[in-house]
């Protein structure tokens, strides 16, 4: 059983790995190296990673070639964790703004 889990942790961390680079690559190519390094730093210091899923969708479909279908299936585990973060941060910031009032 702890030899599936530790494939599974290890699948997590290369599907991360290609979508990082997938996504540097995508802003790379759309809006300079500059903005690329930025994305980067924004992922990894402040947790901010819908610029980095939407360079991986960018990254699969224009650079690589791929279907947006296939793109979409590339960046969509990086939506699974970005969407939930930008929702408890929207209803963190109505429950904050009622206390107040």
Known sequence: ??????LGFLVFVAVAFIQTVVGYIGI???FGT????VVIILAFVF???????????????????????????LASPGLLFAIPTLITAVIATVFENNKKN
């Open 34 to 37: 500059f903005v690329a390094i």
């Open 28 to 30: 790379e190519h759309h």
């Open 47 to 73: 947790r901010l990673m819908l610029p980095l899923t939407i360079g991986t969708f960018l990254g699969a479909m224009n650079v690589w070639g791929w279907p947006w279908y296939g793109a979409l299936a």
């Open 1 to 6: 059983m702890a030899a599936l889990g530790i």
